[in-house]
């Protein structure tokens, strides 16, 4: 998958989950999920990559969202998205 536009960087409201929204070469959509935990440490769980285009939820390891990141931070449009990669980048090598 070729990343090609980020479409939204967000944290939601559950507490802290960071999300990136992005589009491909083929004109997929994806989001890529760090899910914060229930536990009382803030931690993040698994990453889950959404291919909101087929309904699919896939649940991937801290080494293949940084693969993700990496592909993403190349196409930024703006600071804040750039930043918000960063910090997305430095959650996923706490746990790799």
């Known amino acids: 998958m070729l990343a090609t536009l980020i479409i939204d960087t967000e944290m ?7 999300s990136i929204s992005f589009q491909d070469i083929k004109l997929s959509q994806f989001v890529l999920i760090f899910p914060i ?3 009382p440490n803030v931690e993040f769980e698994k990453p889950v990559l959404v291919n909101v285009s087929l309904d699919i939820e896939l649940s991937i390891g801290w080494d293949d969202s ?12 703006t600071n804040d998205q750039k930043s918000f990669i960063y910090n997305m980048m430095s959650v996923a090598k706490k746990f790799t």
């Open 37 to 39: 935990s229930r536990t």
């Open 66 to 77: 940084l693969c993700y990141l990496n592909q993403l931070v190349t196409v930024c449009k």
């Open 12 to 18: 939601l409201r559950d507490g802290g989950s960071l």
